[in-house]
């Protein structure tokens, strides 16, 4: 299986093409176009298998409660696909680990991807302002992430700070603990940073330049209800 990008990084598209007998999983709604002869499967878990428990877990996370999986014909195939937010996108090959991505984050992966919850924890949840879950991936094979904005890996060697709003997904050698932003909780709050994340370790962390909860509260008032 093959996964080239296209116009990154501010509208991304990925372009997938299977050989016969390969499987991509992905979420519902994010396919563009596929081959004539792509056979879809919707299910709440992995192909051929339904448990609504894992579309519920999903949903909890952010993500959708169905996914579809497509399977090319004897000649092998393409599928389109992209993501609801404007952004970037990139893939990560996992052999036999594991990666936590944010809720939203996760677009498609291969058929040896296995798709769980990972427990963020209340304070990290009630504190950031993020999912009590988070999207945790395992396994072997490609996994396709995306993001709102453009994404860019940070490599952590000790410590390093993020907003809470612009992590994408992060390895889980890294311990992440909710903290102020700045010298005091009173400055953090009055200079709009709030709480962000600590990471400590080491690994990879993959950031957003832009985050889809500022943009939400910002243009929320202004949209009119339907």
């Not at 690994?203 to 009119?224: E, K």
Request: net charge negative; proline share 4%; hydrophobic share 40%.
């Amino acid at each position: 299986m093959n996964i080239d990008i296209e116009m990154r990084p501010g509208s991304s598209v990925a372009k997938v093409t299977m050989n016969a007998g390969e499987t991509l999983t992905a979420e519902g709604g994010s396919m563009i176009a596929m081959s004539n002869d792509m056979q879809i499967e919707t299910t709440t878990h992995k192909k051929g298998k339904r448990g609504i428990m894992k579309g519920l877990k999903r949903m909890i996370a952010g993500e959708g409660f169905f996914i579809n999986h497509y399977t090319p014909g004897a000649d092998g195939g393409e599928v389109y696909l992209a993501p609801t937010l404007p952004g970037d996108m990139f893939v990560k090959e996992l052999n036999g680990e594991n990666l936590v991505i944010t809720g939203g984050g996760y677009l498609a992966s291969e058929h040896g991807i296995e798709i769980d919850l990972k427990w963020g924890g209340f304070g990290k949840a009630l504190l950031g302002g993020e999912n009590l879950f988070w999207v945790n991936v395992s396994g072997s094979g490609k996994v396709l992430i995306n993001a709102y904005g453009e994404i860019y890996p940070v490599e952590v060697d000790g410590n390093h700070i993020v907003d809470t709003g612009h992590i994408v997904a992060y390895e889980p050698s890294l311990e992440m603990k909710i903290t102020k932003a700045g010298s005091s909780w009173m400055s953090s709050m009055l200079g709009g940073e709030g709480f962000v994340a600590k990471f400590s370790g080491k690994g990879i962390v993959w950031c957003q330049s832009h985050n889809p909860n500022s943009f939400g509260t910002a243009i929320g008032p202004s949209l009119r209800p339907i």
